[in-house]
């Protein structure tokens, strides 16, 4: 399996912070918000990863991550040249995926305590499905909501004025190589771009959209009030990372 982080979008809830930098490199604990994607793919085991971002980001991403080999990964890199959507973004990494080969996708504002490895070990991608991880969440309204039915998802309804359930779609996906099949069939929404909504539905609709979800805490970190919640969530793991390592540097 490899890794795909989209860390592309013009980030404008988070302005004047993102005027002059991406979203994905803004400060969330002691690393940048891109970073915490690579460990979580890392920690289970992905260490080919490719990330897709902005034309006018690559430089920051690749002064910042270079080859990926300081931080225990092989990193690659894909432009998107304009906000064509999540699904096109996607379509961008073709190449950088074998045939047979399994996808664990992340949007790179997606931040999430729980760790990658059970939902990567219960996924079977021969049959061209496909996995999406779940959250219940106080204001479904908000995003993507999925209509469930025996451990399947029927559909998934973007923005319901009444959500079918309490649970969001996140910005975590596991697919087979036949996503980019599936993006080729799409066409773009109303605002003009390629949406994964419309990809996970196509899997729905075939009845090969499975479902996780997940226990632990899940934000999307695209507004300064969830960029906060962040940086406080992450703040006692942190700090008993760097207890354990002032530890160890006096003991040695």
Avoid at 117 to 128: I, K, N, R, S, W
Wanted: glycine content about 10%.
């Amino acid at each position: 399996m490899k890794g795909v982080i989209l860390a592309g979008g013009r980030g404008t809830r988070l302005n004047p912070l993102t005027l002059v930098t991406n979203k994905h490199l803004l400060p969330v604990g002691r690393v940048p918000m891109i970073v915490h994607g690579v460990n979580k793919l890392k920690e289970a085991g992905i260490t080919e990863i490719c990330i897709v971002t902005g034309k006018h980001s690559a430089g920051q991403f690749a002064q910042l991550l270079g080859s990926g080999v300081e931080w225990g990964v092989s990193l690659h890199y894909r432009i998107q040249d304009e906000a064509g959507g999540i699904a096109q973004a996607l379509g961008l990494v073709e190449d950088f995926i074998r045939p047979g080969e399994l996808l664990a996708v992340l949007l790179g504002d997606n931040l999430f305590e729980d760790s990658l490895t059970p939902y990567l070990a219960q996924f079977d991608g021969t049959q061209g499905g496909a996995t999406v991880l779940l959250k219940e969440v106080e204001d479904p309204s908000r995003y993507g909501v999925p209509h469930l039915s025996d451990n399947k998802i029927d559909y998934i309804e973007e923005k319901p004025e009444t959500p079918p359930s309490n649970y969001s779609v996140t910005g975590i996906y596991l697919y087979s190589d036949s996503v980019f099949d599936i993006i080729r069939t799409i066409h773009p929404s109303r605002r003009g771009e390629l949406e994964i909504t419309d990809v996970n539905n196509v899997y729905a609709a075939l009845g090969k959209l499975s479902y996780h979800i997940l226990k632990g805490w899940w934000i999307d970190a695209g507004t300064f009030q969830s960029l906060s919640l962040a940086n406080r969530l992450l703040e006692p793991a942190e700090t008993a990372s760097l207890t354990t390592e002032l530890t160890e540097e006096m003991e040695g």
